[in-house]
């Protein structure tokens, strides 16, 4: 029974952390004089996907690979085919040019090419497939070259100052707020991974499944707010970028920092998963040019729903 409270606290923690990160650096970044489009790129961006990022660092130091890879790809999938299907029923998805031939296509690179580091087995021939380090400082590039091509398209978007926290704290109190933010991160992260393998082994299951499930969808909680938020204010270019960013946030830059701390040793059994992510963005993509053209429909959204329950049920009978 411990384990759940403490995986519950654990969410709580990890989530409230990574707001009172955000409202520390951002008050920060204001008293600098940083503009609000620098803040909502960088600060309240990385925010929003630290949950995974600091769970994957703990799962990447205790060795609990399947944990570690099972959270990124629990967490693009439940993005799209969840987070996207409920913010999609809320207000139809509409986005712009580059998001449709930019964005999403980088998202579907980034899990072609995770699909690829990870095979050395299937590629090479190899005794073993793992992320390594040489594949994480690939990973890092992309994400600057990402990083970078945001910059130059963030000013045709418009609402990205309305999903930034409207507060702003003195100095003191700002860096109070950062250091609460890490410590928990920090203690909930650490406590998410320890309850993860805990129930995975009460339960009798692997380490993926939880990852994939439990924690993939606790940690996607923010984004899935900002998400919701941004589709009933109709600010819909925010709340797909939010999730396609996140996406390959997780691939770029939470998987690339995970196998520089330590090399992932990949199970092929997780190739179904990242088969289950290319498929996402793909019809992501596709479904762009169904209906009304650059828009995720309700009835689209409610298919990524049904595929997201079906996923989920496949994973509960086949691990």
Do not use: C
């Not at 961006?45 to 990447?60: D, H, K, R």
């Not at 196998?259 to 993509?285: H, M, Q």
Request: hydrophobic letters at 55%; a positive charge.
């Amino acid at each position: 029974m411990l384990q759940y409270i403490l995986l519950v606290i654990g969410f709580i923690l990890l989530i409230k952390g990574a707001n009172l990160l955000v409202d520390g650096a951002s008050s920060v970044g204001k008293k600098l004089n940083i503009s609000d489009m620098v803040i909502g790129l960088t600060i309240v961006a990385f925010g929003t996907s630290s949950p995974e990022l600091f769970v994957n660092i703990f799962a990447s130091i205790k060795g609990n690979t399947d944990i570690a890879i099972g959270n990124v790809l629990g967490s693009n999938i439940a993005n799209i085919f969840l987070i996207l299907g409920v913010s999609a029923l809320i207000f139809p998805l509409a986005v712009g040019k580059g998001t449709v031939w930019k964005e999403i296509p980088l998202s579907l690179l980034a899990a072609l090419l995770l699909g690829v580091m990870a095979n050395d087995r299937l590629i090479d021939k190899s005794d073993t497939s793992a992320l390594t380090r040489i594949d994480g400082l690939v990973f890092l590039a992309f994400f600057i070259i990402f990083m970078y091509y945001s910059f130059g398209i963030a000013k045709r978007i418009d609402g990205i100052d309305i999903h930034l926290p409207q507060k702003q704290y003195g100095l003191l109190k700002s860096l109070l707020l950062i250091v609460a933010g890490l410590v928990g991160l920090s203690v909930g992260g650490n406590w998410i991974v320890n309850g993860a393998v805990q129930i995975a082994l009460r339960l009798g299951v692997s380490q993926s499944l939880i990852g994939l499930t439990i924690v993939a969808v606790g940690t996607s909680l923010p984004e899935l707010a900002t998400a919701a938020v941004a589709a009933y204010k109709k600010n819909t270019e925010i709340a797909v970028g939010n999730i396609i960013g996140s996406n390959i946030f997780n691939i770029f830059f939470v998987l690339g920092l995970s196998s520089i701390i330590k090399p992932l040793p990949f199970n092929p059994s997780s190739n179904v998963d990242i088969g289950a992510v290319i498929l996402a963005s793909l019809l992501l993509f596709l479904w762009m040019f169904t209906g009304k053209k650059r828009s995720l429909d309700r009835w689209e959204g409610m298919i990524f729903l049904i595929l997201y329950g079906g996923y989920i049920t496949f994973l509960v009978f086949k691990r």
